[in-house]
Structures are given as structure tokens and as C-alpha cells.
């Protein structure tokens, strides 16, 4: 499954590009295409040109990692409760459903002490 690319990867693709490419020229773009950098025009992971993939995006280990992954990154955020990973696109705020009943438990103890006073 390709993916958009982030603004900041493109960013990361144009920089490497420009430095590291022997095809690219600043005036003419890509030399043996005589257009622009294929690469400059992407916006989705998936199809590189394959001398970027091969001489130039393994420059960049974290970018290759990123781009030459399937899927989306894995987004999480730590489960308050245990520190657990929880996707931070579900609705769930905790990793699972005993976290979730402590937090239940550990609001409702506050509660009524708040209550008591
Ligand atoms: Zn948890």
C-alpha cells in the first residue's frame, strides 16, 4: 500500500537529490531524462527512480527505512496506564481493556474522595 509522502520526506528526497544525484544538474534537472527530477515531483511512497532507490536513498538510512516500508509509520502514544503502545489514530485511550478498567477504577476512587471532603 503506497502512502503520501510528508512534507518534511520530500523535503529530505529534494535535499539528497541535489547533493548526492550524478544525474541531476542544477540547470538541466535530470540529465539522462532532460526533465525535471522525476523525484522532486513525487508525493507518494512507492515507484522511486530507481538509481535514487539504489546509489542515493541508502545515504539516508532513516529515510530509506521510512520510504521502502509498507504502510503507513506505526503512530502510538503511551497507554497512561502501563506505557503500553496505543494507536494514536484509533479511539482508544488505553492498550487494552484491563488498562482501561483501572483508569475507570483509579477516576472513580478519586471521585469519591473528592466527594468525602
Ligand atoms: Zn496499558
Redesign the pocket.
Given at each position: 500500500m503506497a502512502r503520501e509522502l510528508t512534507r518534511e520526506e520530500k523535503r529530505k528526497i529534494r535535499a539528497l537529490v541535489v547533493k548526492w544525484c550524478a544525474n541531476y544538474n542544477k540547470e538541466y534537472g535530470c540529465l539522462p531524462l532532460e526533465c525535471e527530477c522525476y523525484m522532486f515531483g513525487k508525493c507518494w511512497t512507492g515507484a522511486y527512480c530507481r538509481y535514487f532507490r539504489e546509489a542515493v536513498l541508502p545515504l539516508d538510512p532513516a529515510l530509506e527505512a521510512a520510504l521502502l516500508t509498507e504502510g503507513p509509520p506505526p503512530v502510538f502514544k503511551p497507554?497512561?496506564?502501563?506505557?503500553?503502545a496505543?494507536p494514536v489514530d484509533g479511539r482508544m485511550a488505553?492498550?487494552?481493556e484491563?488498562?482501561a478498567r483501572?483508569a475507570l477504577r483509579r477516576q472513580k476512587r478519586e471521585y469519591m474522595r473528592k466527594k468525602r471532603r
Open positions: 497507554c497512561p496506564i502501563c506505557g503500553g496505543v488505553y492498550c487494552s484491563v488498562c483501572i
